[in-house]
């Protein structure tokens, strides 16, 4: 009995301790906290591609089952502003998205700077043109990431820091679209695949340092969206969508569920 009572008073204070020095008990507390969130950003945060818009926002196309939507459903917030907006750049941002944002926001999420670079007009290129014509049109886009997107990424950035100074801004890159020597038959040449890769790569490159530059989270969802890219027989991506040509190469209710929400929920 005595043997029994000191082998559960020693488990209790083990416990204890255990849960002292892991900090379990203020990580709970910590999970558990409700934020003030708020989503800016272009057409992959506003969920193009996910379908089940909301009406109400128009060209926006903010959809239910884009990340910032599915995060919201799985966490305590206090308030919640989506933001985000179909076709959006860095200066659509800092005009159109920041009024949400206060002394008290404690969350923001964004995807910006695809738009800025030109990314539509590189996919129409590859799409349409040889290979040598796509190769040309995305070394044009990287001049571009290289010379001007970041002063324009800056200034967005600095924006936000400058409404909400007290928030974690999480900034979340963009995927890559292609498998190499994947299941696709037809359609872009291995040699514009590979190249448009390299284009968000080297996108997701710029973005990642200037976020840094702010004290801002970057968050890649290369490894996320591994093995799910176009070609590869399993994607959450769209590829050319002759119905609906606003959705091609946008990611699908999977790519946001599972590409892009724990991107977000991984640094969040």
């Not at 076709?87 to 910006?112: H, M, P, R, Y």
């Amino acid at each position: 009995m005595k043997l029994s009572r000191f082998a559960a008073v020693s488990s209790s204070l083990l416990l204890g301790a255990v849960l002292a020095f892991t900090g379990a008990g203020a990580a709970q507390a910590a999970t558990t906290a409700a934020v003030d969130y708020v989503a800016l950003g272009d057409s992959y945060s506003s969920g193009v591609g996910s379908g089940s818009y909301d009406s109400a926002s128009g060209d926006c196309k903010r959809s239910t089952k884009a990340y910032p939507m599915l995060w919201k459903a799985s966490h305590a917030t206090t308030s919640f502003a989506f933001n985000a907006c179909s076709g959006a750049v860095t200066t659509d941002v800092i005009n159109n998205q920041l009024g949400a944002l206060n002394a008290n926001t404690d969350l923001i999420s964004i995807t910006i700077g695809g738009n800025d670079a030109g990314f539509a007009d590189v996919m129409t290129t590859c799409i349409l043109q040889s290979d040598a014509g796509c190769v040309s049109r995305v070394n044009q886009a990287k001049s571009y990431v290289d010379t001007t997107l970041p002063a324009r990424l800056d200034a967005a950035y600095n924006a936000i820091r400058a409404k909400a100074p007290n928030a974690k801004v999480v900034v979340l890159g963009y995927p890559r679209f292609y498998q190499l020597n994947g299941t696709c038959v037809a359609g872009l040449s291995e040699t514009e695949r590979s190249a448009i890769n390299g284009a968000s790569d080297y996108l997701n490159a710029a973005i990642s340092k200037r976020a840094a530059s702010k004290g801002f989270t970057f968050s890649s969802v290369t490894s996320t969206f591994a093995g799910h890219e176009i070609c590869s027989g399993s994607a959450w991506l769209h590829s050319v969508n002759w119905l609906n040509i606003g959705e091609s190469y946008h990611p699908t209710a999977a790519g946001q569920s599972g590409g892009y929400l724990p991107g977000l929920n991984a640094v969040a």
